[in-house]
């Protein structure tokens, strides 16, 4: 278009400069003709403005396919699901995607030791190798199949908080990962991370000092415009370390910490994630009342559409990046529950998950204390509600000697525990 309009314009100032010699022909010959020049002059001076012109419109035009190219390479090119597995009272949750013609897929938490449940649903999946496994902590409801994970999956990399456990899950974990080549890391609070367009926050922890449940590994995974956060067991303290971080915190959908324990889930955090879905996972009917009745009455009433695996069974949300869809393995109502009886205060009966008691020697008429409730080890002498909670935490044990390890017990209080004969090992 624009080289016709120069042509134009030459030819029209040809005539012009044409027209202008012929008519001062008698002109003195000490006037200067300038017809020539002006018309050369100005020819220059058009073909320079039309190569800006066309430069500009060239680079215009890049810079309309540059964001164009961004756009598409922020936009998810598949659907992320997003599998909240029916693990019984544990953990774990598992993320496939494509991109392009690679697929992915990233597991967080690895459900409980006595089970293989996870193992089957991934093998189920077809799931032919796993980039990414984080476990948010050694509890053995969290890293309880991650050995045998390791051992059957090519693993590129395994995130753990970097707290340990005396428990032989976590010791026969850590071997197998060791022994499977993955590469290992520990991440802090801060870090960015992709995974082809999923993208992944680490909320927390700053730093570790032996906290088990408190320092879990928290992650936000954005897919395009939708996100996922979960917090494994973390409590409300470390919630409110994450909110006064000034993170981004609002998540499309949440994991309620702790199976949806009323020591998770403060009103302030979630305030701050501003769910658009809530789901847990727990056992059906089990032992530590999970889901608390005071949590569920919480999301109810504030409109949060919430899901859980003891209700729905395993729980697939899918999403193209923007809009999602929540399909369940079956229909169910979530109902609040009763907290129990007991007179101790909701923080001071939290218990820390079961660990295992492999090769108890429990008899019927005894208090095993590798497997016996939060409610069950405080009938033994000297074990009220704190310590009953640390006695958990700190299983397995050889024998009741290795009650020593908590707090306050020493070698008399353990003479007076075995002549109580309660408590075995």
Same mark, same amino acid.
């Given at each position: 278009?624009?080289?016709?309009?120069?042509?134009?314009?030459?030819?029209?100032?040809?005539?012009?400069?044409?027209?202008?010699? *012929?008519?001062?022909?008698? *002109?003195?010959?000490?006037?200067?003709?300038?017809?020539?020049?002006?018309?050369?002059?100005?020819?220059?001076?058009?073909?320079?403005?039309?190569?800006?012109?066309?430069?500009?419109?060239?680079?215009?035009?890049?810079?309309?396919?540059?964001?164009?190219?961004?756009?598409?390479?922020?936009?998810?090119?598949?659907?992320?699901?997003?599998? &909240?597995?029916? $693990?019984?009272?544990?953990?774990?949750?598992?993320?496939?995607?494509?991109?392009?013609?690679? +697929?992915?897929?990233?597991? &967080?938490?690895?459900?409980?030791?006595?089970?293989?449940?996870?193992?089957?649903?991934?093998? $189920?999946?077809?799931?032919?190798?796993?980039?990414?496994?984080?476990?948010?902590?050694?509890?053995?409801?969290?890293?309880?199949?991650?050995?045998? %994970?390791?051992?059957?999956?090519?693993?590129?990399?395994?995130?753990?908080?970097?707290?340990?456990?005396?428990?032989?899950?976590?010791?026969?974990?850590?071997?197998?990962?060791?022994?499977?080549?993955?590469?290992?890391?520990?991440?802090?609070?801060?870090?960015?991370?992709?995974?082809?367009?999923? =993208?992944?926050?680490?909320?927390?922890?700053?730093?570790?000092?032996?906290?088990?449940?408190?320092?879990?590994?928290?992650?936000?995974?954005? &897919?395009?415009?939708?996100?996922?956060?979960?917090?494994?067991?973390?409590? =409300?303290?470390?919630?409110?370390?994450?909110?006064?971080?000034?993170?981004?915190?609002?998540?499309?959908?949440?994991?309620?910490?702790?199976?949806? @324990?009323?020591?998770?889930?403060?009103?302030?955090?979630?305030?701050?994630?501003?769910?658009?879905? *809530?789901?847990?996972?727990?056992?059906?009917?089990?032992?530590?009342?999970?889901?608390?009745?005071?949590?569920?009455?919480?999301?109810?009433?504030?409109?949060?559409?919430?899901?859980?695996?003891?209700?729905?069974?395993?729980? %697939?949300? !899918?999403?193209?990046?923007?809009?999602? !869809?929540?399909?369940?393995?079956?229909?169910?109502?979530?109902?609040?529950?009763?907290?129990?009886?007991?007179?101790?205060?909701?923080?001071?009966?939290?218990?820390?998950?079961?660990?295992?008691?492999?090769? +108890?020697?429990?008899?019927?008429?005894?208090?095993? %204390?590798? =497997?016996? @409730?939060?409610?069950?080890?405080?009938?033994?002498?000297?074990?009220?509600?704190?310590?009953?909670?640390?006695?958990?935490?700190?299983?397995? &044990?050889?024998?009741?000697?290795?009650?020593?390890?908590? @707090?306050?017990?020493?070698?008399?209080?353990?003479?007076?525990?075995?002549?109580?004969?309660? $408590?075995?090992?």
């Amino acid at each position: 278009m624009h080289k016709n309009f120069l042509l134009s314009m030459i030819l029209a100032i040809g005539l012009v400069a044409c027209g202008q010699g *012929a008519s001062q022909d008698s *002109a003195p010959e000490t006037s200067e003709d300038h017809s020539g020049t002006t018309a050369s002059e100005i020819k220059k001076e058009l073909i320079e403005e039309d190569n800006e012109i066309e430069a500009e419109e060239e680079a215009e035009e890049r810079k309309s396919a540059s964001e164009t190219t961004a756009t598409a390479d922020n936009q998810p090119s598949s659907d992320l699901e997003v599998h &909240y597995i029916d $693990a019984g009272q544990a953990d774990a949750t598992l993320l496939k995607f494509k991109d392009e013609e690679e +697929s992915y897929t990233v597991l &967080y938490d690895t459900g409980d030791w006595r089970r293989n449940d996870v193992v089957n649903y991934l093998a $189920a999946q077809n799931i032919s190798s796993i980039d990414l496994i984080v476990v948010s902590h050694p509890d053995a409801d969290h890293i309880g199949q991650l050995a045998e %994970i390791v051992t059957t999956y090519d693993t590129g990399e395994v995130w753990l908080s970097g707290n340990e456990s005396s428990s032989q899950t976590f010791q026969r974990a850590i071997e197998a990962v060791l022994t499977s080549g993955a590469d290992f890391h520990e991440p802090r609070t801060g870090e960015e991370h992709e995974i082809g367009p999923l =993208k992944i926050d680490v909320l927390y922890p700053a730093s570790i000092s032996g906290k088990s449940n408190e320092e879990s590994v928290s992650l936000k995974f954005s &897919y395009g415009n939708s996100s996922f956060l979960f917090t494994g067991d973390a409590r =409300k303290k470390e919630e409110m370390d994450m909110v006064n971080s000034g993170m981004n915190l609002n998540a499309t959908i949440l994991q309620l910490g702790h199976h949806g @324990s009323n020591t998770s889930s403060d009103t302030a955090f979630i305030n701050a994630v501003r769910p658009e879905v *809530a789901i847990y996972s727990a056992g059906a009917n089990n032992s530590y009342g999970h889901p608390h009745a005071e949590v569920i009455t919480y999301f109810q009433d504030s409109g949060i559409d919430l899901y859980g695996t003891d209700v729905h069974g395993t729980i %697939i949300v !899918t999403t193209d990046g923007n809009d999602y !869809t929540i399909l369940t393995n079956r229909d169910g109502t979530i109902s609040p529950k009763s907290t129990g009886t007991s007179s101790s205060s909701p923080d001071a009966k939290e218990e820390v998950e079961d660990t295992e008691a492999e090769g +108890s020697t429990a008899n019927s008429t005894c208090i095993d %204390i590798n =497997k016996a @409730s939060f409610e069950e080890v405080q009938e033994i002498i000297h074990i009220g509600p704190a310590r009953a909670e640390e006695l958990i935490d700190l299983r397995p &044990y050889q024998s009741l000697d290795d009650l020593t390890k908590i @707090s306050g017990l020493g070698p008399a209080r353990i003479s007076d525990i075995k002549s109580q004969g309660l $408590a075995c090992d």
